[in-house]
């Protein structure tokens, strides 16, 4: 009925936990509630900048995923996992600049995203697995897209890109062969 251990220092949480309240900080650490399968909502204070790796990992309930005006990082692995279906859309503040390799991967509910051209970075495998994602808009001024961002995304109907590549400038090179 316990969990095992949790990283952010506090041993024996309950898995039974449903609603955690932070009221201070400017960053959630790396695996801070990673595996809190029960938790539905995590509410965090307007001074989060970035969300660690694995923060929220395998939060399986999770209905919202609460990211801040003044967030700007979102860790490798942070979300992946939280297969909630309820958990049907993000919305990515205008602050915000990297999204982590399988950030969001394995979120099963989402149905839509619209990345910010303030991003400069979307991580390998970001939005992968998002079985249930029809959607998906990336802003002009977002520097690299990771490779496979959207693989087994199987319900994707619908995308919008500012190139066609991982980068403009790669895109925007002429091939040897022409």
């Known amino acids: 009925?316990?969990?095992i251990y949790y990283s952010g220092n506090a041993e024996y949480i309950p898995y039974s936990l449903k609603k955690i309240t932070i009221t201070g900080g400017t960053r959630i650490p790396s695996n801070a509630f990673e595996g809190f399968s029960g938790?539905?909502?995590?509410?965090?204070?307007?001074s989060i900048t970035s969300i660690g790796n694995s923060a929220f990992s395998s939060c399986s309930s999770m209905t919202?995923?609460?990211?801040?005006?003044?967030?700007?990082?979102?860790?490798?692995?942070?979300?992946?996992?939280?297969?909630?279906?309820?958990l049907s859309s993000v919305k990515f503040p205008s602050s915000l600049t990297s999204i982590g390799a399988y950030a969001f991967?394995?979120?099963?509910?989402?149905t839509s995203i619209e990345v910010p051209g303030t991003v400069k970075t979307i991580g390998n495998y970001a939005f992968g697995n998002c079985t249930s994602l029809k959607s998906a808009v990336i802003k002009d001024g977002v520097g690299s897209i990771g490779s496979y961002i959207f693989d087994l995304c199987t319900a994707l109907e619908e995308i919008t890109l500012p190139y066609a590549g991982s980068s403009l400038e790669s895109v925007n090179k002429a091939d040897s062969y022409e």
């Open 105 to 110: 991967n394995g979120c099963a509910g989402l």
């Open 39 to 46: 938790v539905t909502e995590i509410i965090v204070p307007e």
């Open 64 to 86: 919202s995923a609460n990211l801040t005006n003044k967030l700007v990082s979102i860790g490798d692995y942070a979300f992946i996992g939280c297969s909630s279906s309820k």
């Open 1 to 3: 009925t316990y969990k």
